[in-house]
């Protein structure tokens, strides 16, 4: 079992940045891609950013050049770094990560963002 422990949400004002880590601990081996999710309330989780193993970056197209994803294998930590926040970025954000075949979820971090 791993077991991912988010933390940085929090309520900023809009334009202001907030940063997330997320940790995994617990039966690792050789965690594959990490990323980030998030749900708005009454809507479908979806897709920010994932990172490969070795550094390749996705990003969901609302946040390409706010957002900012990476990640240290050694502390096995994923983070969004998120900038020029805006009121539609407010959601739960949920941290995953992917390791031989199987997912594992955080519980997520509450980010509210007020204009």
């Known amino acids: 079992q791993v077991q991912l422990v988010e933390s940085g949400g929090g309520s900023v004002q809009a334009g202001g940045s907030l940063r997330l880590s997320c940790a995994a601990s617990?039966?690792?081996?050789?965690?594959?891609?990490m990323g980030w999710y998030r749900q708005a309330p009454g809507k479908a989780r979806e897709l920010v950013a994932t990172i490969s193993r070795v550094g390749s970056a996705n990003y969901a197209d609302s946040v390409k050049g706010r957002f900012t994803i990476s990640r240290d294998n050694v502390k096995n930590t994923v983070y969004l770094q998120m900038n020029s926040l805006k009121p539609e970025d407010t959601a739960v954000y949920y941290c995953?990560?992917?390791?031989?075949?199987?997912?594992?979820w955080g519980q997520g971090t509450q980010v509210t963002v007020s204009s």
């Open positions: 995953k990560a992917d390791q031989l075949g199987y997912t594992y």
């Open positions: 617990g039966r690792i081996f050789s965690i594959s891609a």
